[in-house]
């Protein structure tokens, strides 16, 4: 398991790194035309782009810089956040209609764990899954269709603990070509602290909460035990 979030780890930490770097490349006077000419249909465009990019279990980290880098901070994150929902739903509803069988499948063994811990209280779960920026954010999409959590609770869930995850990516590619492009580099040092404040307290809330269920299985065993 350790093994595993290390490599997730690695490949989120290579995957912004790529992209920023690509993001160098990017004249933002050009985005501004291309934004233009588009006209009101660039953020369907993009969004379309996210859900199926989502879909397809793509990472998603690297979608978040986008949106920053083409919309700007304010709509960036509104776009990325919406679309990042409706993939979510997307992905959810197919798992728990047509595409179960297949999914499960695929996820055989893996999706059993993150069942036990929604039973334990799904709304929170899935909020606080959201936040971990190392989860890859469309295999919790279908996995979460196999377990019991209730459509109200992932959706409920699933929103606000997506808008608070996207926004410091979002910023960073904001910021990130904004430094590139003019040397200013204060905003880019306050998106990285604010995705390093993302990661360290998802990472803080998520032990937090294993650990209060270990206590409660300790006291509940000691209860029984007391009984006997």
């Known amino acids: 398991m350790k093994i595993g979030m290390l490599l997730l780890t690695i ?7 790529g992209a920023i770097y690509l993001l160098g490349g990017i004249d933002s006077a050009q985005i ?6 588009v006209g009101i249909w660039s953020p369907f465009i993009y969004i379309a782009l996210y859900v199926v990019a989502t879909v397809l279990v793509l990472p998603s980290t690297v979608l978040n810089l986008t949106g920053g880098a083409v919309f700007g901070a304010v709509w960036g994150t509104l776009w990325t956040s919406l679309a ?5 739903i997307v992905a959810f ?3 728990r209609t047509v595409g179960r069988e297949t999914i499960a499948k695929r996820l055989s063994g893996r999706w059993q764990a993150m069942d036990a811990e929604v039973r334990q209280g799904g709304l929170f779960y899935m909020f606080a899954i959201r936040l971990v920026p190392i989860m890859p954010y469309g295999l919790v999409n279908f996995a979460a269709g196999l377990t019991s959590i209730s459509f109200k609770d992932y959706v409920l869930g699933t929103t606000i603990g997506t808008v608070p995850s996207v926004l410091p990516f979002v910023l960073l590619g ?11 580099v204060l905003p880019l040092v306050g998106a990285l602290a604010l995705t390093g404040i993302l990661v360290g307290g998802s990472t803080w809330y998520r ?5 209060n269920k ?5 006291h509940k065993s000691e209860e029984l035990g007391n009984q006997d």
């Open 174 to 184: 904001s910021s990130g070509l904004k430094a590139l492009n003019t040397g200013d």
């Open 207 to 211: 032990r937090r909460t294993l650990l």
């Open 214 to 218: 270990a206590a409660k299985a300790l």
């Open 93 to 95: 509803t197919f798992t």
């Open 32 to 37: 501004a035309v291309w934004l233009e000419a």
């Open 11 to 17: 490949l989120c930490i290579l995957a912004t790194g």
């Open 84 to 88: 990042a929902i409706i993939a979510a």
